[in-house]
């Protein structure tokens, strides 16, 4: 049976070309490779210093009641008020924001030392597996394109903490299988927890664990399989918890796709195919990929799917020999994309079928498969041999880290960030949004609005874009306008507190005063704890001399928001009518 065996183990180990003293030295500083990995990945990623965040960042963090409020914790681990149940990433940002607040530099320096940490850790792993090349695959993983979608993106931190858990269980699984020591199976068995509270992706651990004793004996025996109930019960739990809070916290009871089992199944097979493309050539990257048109009723569709089929039973078939290791980086690539191959709905398959932050896990077996074929064909004994690899090599590593320092440099802002997702894809309808939504920071009011227009052209039932577009109108003196198209918000999404509550603001601002009052109260009755809601409420019934229920709104907004300068200043105002009234009425 052919076995990779690792480096130390090569036979023609005297013709390298370092000396056997400098091999010896850094075996035994294993901590001076570990810097240069950490070094070379904050090097790669030095333009996220001046970036700032993106999308959905201030959804999760700046803008989060939850994240800033004093019993957050609580709220985070023992309520189902977030969005998603990662209380321990959760709990990250909680501490970030009591650091950092609205600066965010500090939260990319996490994000990125999360990264070169496990970067670490998988050249850790990979060498327990005896893995050639596992400190150059540590490297690539550490500087390799596809990872900066998660590394510099802030509200990725959840991809880069739940890796580190997961390494840490899968070490201290390997250590328990070589030593049978129960300590390091419960330690194991603790940062699975970890891992899944951090981000439930990795629910396929157990299927990994039992890969991994696999590729060390060529056998899973009862006892590992035993080993690894406690793992899938953990798993089962969180999954299924995460799957709740996607669909009754993250979509709140909405339809992602209405498409049937037949085509998900085909999507499954398309979606390996290209998450390997963009592993192996990381070239044209993109937030936002096309959404793929396919025809279920068509056997061609499940095509790659079979094909994929077909792969792994050739690599089982020539298991003993030439197809070991085909398909172990095979057989964990696709197992830890199983959570996003779409047989399970999530808010962002509105937008793409396919991510690149979605690859941070699996990204790892493509790499190790490639590094350890090429370090094992460079073990020959021609030095022309070794010499050509050794560029290559460095070539391959060079362009990697140019490439990445380059996509990092994407991410810089929101503006450069869509205006790239849309060179690369331009129906990208939720980019155009977002684009606008850069352009009205940026004081570019007549560009927001064309790409909130270009956005509705897309995708016409688009609430958030009719909202936005409405708010930039608003901006712009176009109050007709304006309430039009939160009116056609409105009537895609009936209850939705942000809606009414623009709504009110804009008839507010044409004198509708009694529609405006009406609105705040939808907005009220969906949103009970929205302070502006309060305090705009009371502004309209102050309007329309109903002085007694604007202070109580505006007492409310207080309670809700005790830093509230306006509601301040209006319940005053409020208070001085009302004494006021009292004193014309005696």
Known sequence: ??????????????????SPATKTSLAHRPWLLALVLVLVTFAAYTPVWHAGFIWDDAYHITDNRI???SDGLYRTWFTTEPTDYYPLTWTLWWLEWRLWGDGALGYHIVNVLLHALNAALVWMIL???????AWLAALVFAIHPVNVATVAWISEQKNTLSMLFYAVAILFFLRFD?????????LSLAMFLLALFSKSAVVMLPVVLLGCVWWRRGRVRWKDLLCSIPFFALSLVLGLATIWFQYNRALDGGIVRTVGFPFRLAAAGWAPWFYLYKALLPINLSVFYPKWEINASLWVSYLPGMLLAGCVTLFWWKRQTWGRPLLFAL??????FFPVLGFFDQGFYTYSLVADHWQYYSIIGMIALVVAAGVTLCRGTGLLRRRIGTVTGAVVLVALGTSTWIRASVYSDAETLWRDTLAKNPNAWVAHDSLGNALLRAGKLQDAIRHYQQALQIKPDYAVAHDNLGNALLQAGRLQDAIRHYQQALHIKPDDAVEHYNLGTALLGLGKIYDAIWHYQQAL???????EAHENLGNALLQAGKTEEAISHYEQALRLKPDFAEAKTNLARARAASGSETNRAR
């Open 331 to 336: 057989g964990y690539f696709v197992t830890m």
């Open 127 to 133: 060498q327990r597996l005896k893995i050639p090349g």
């Open 67 to 69: 994240v800033k409020a």
């Open 178 to 186: 070589e030593e049978n020591r129960w300590r390091w199976y419960g």
């Open 525 to 531: 009755r969906v949103k009970p704890d929205d302070a």
């Open 1 to 18: 049976m052919t076995r990779w065996k690792p480096i130390d183990d090569a036979p023609h180990q005297q013709t390298v070309v370092s």
